[in-house]
């Protein structure tokens, strides 16, 4: 997209990206724009801190940032900046990511991350929340939330036909 971003998705680590690329596709449903980037709170802190400190001038109004293991990086950015930062815990075989879960959501009192569920989940759930926010502001994304909601409700809607049918048939 060529339009100027609103929401930066940051990531750990290139192998965050299998994740992290769920948010970027959602808020593209929204046609968000956005921008992606990888920065390490530990292999990379100087680039975060710069990172967090310029978004207020690079008009960013949300920041997403995806980590696994000692995950840091939503927490040092939520440091640097007063935008929301959304964290989005990433899984990895050790701890099975309950290791970046407690690091994003045990922020302390007064530098808050809002931390979403572990993963593909949490990813995207990042980008609805993003959207959310941004909707308060601008009534076209409010509208894109709630054609989202009624088709999230015609997929149950439709499972649940699915579901009757398939039992039915067994009988
Ligand atoms: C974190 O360490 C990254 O966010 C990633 O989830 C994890 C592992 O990184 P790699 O060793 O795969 O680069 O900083």
């Known amino acids: 997209m060529n339009i100027k971003p609103v929401v930066g998705i ?3 680590s290139e192998s965050d990206f299998e994740v992290m690329k ?11 724009p956005y921008e992606i980037d990888v920065i390490s709170a530990h292999r990379s802190p100087k680039l975060v801190v ?3 400190e310029e978004a207020i001038r690079n008009e960013l109004k949300v920041i997403i940032a995806g980590a696994g293991k000692a995950a840091h990086l939503a927490g040092v950015i939520a440091a640097h900046t007063t935008i929301p930062v959304i964290g989005v815990p990433i899984s990895s075989d050790d701890l099975k990511g309950m290791d970046a879960l407690f690091s994003m959501v045990q922020m302390p ?3 808050p991350v809002a931390t979403m569920g572990l ?17 308060l502001s601008d009534t076209k994304i409010f509208d894109k ?22 039992s039915a048939e067994k009988k």
């Open 50 to 52: 710069k990172y967090a």
């Open 119 to 135: 993963g593909s989940s949490g990813a995207k759930n990042a980008a609805i929340l993003a959207a959310e926010i941004l909707s």
């Open 145 to 166: 939330l709630l054609n989202y909601r009624t088709v999230l409700e015609e997929e149950v809607l439709a499972a649940s036909e699915r579901v009757k049918k398939a």
């Open 22 to 32: 769920k948010a970027g596709d959602m808020l593209g449903k929204f046609k968000i």
């Open 109 to 111: 009192a007064g530098v």
């Open 10 to 12: 940051v990531m750990g």
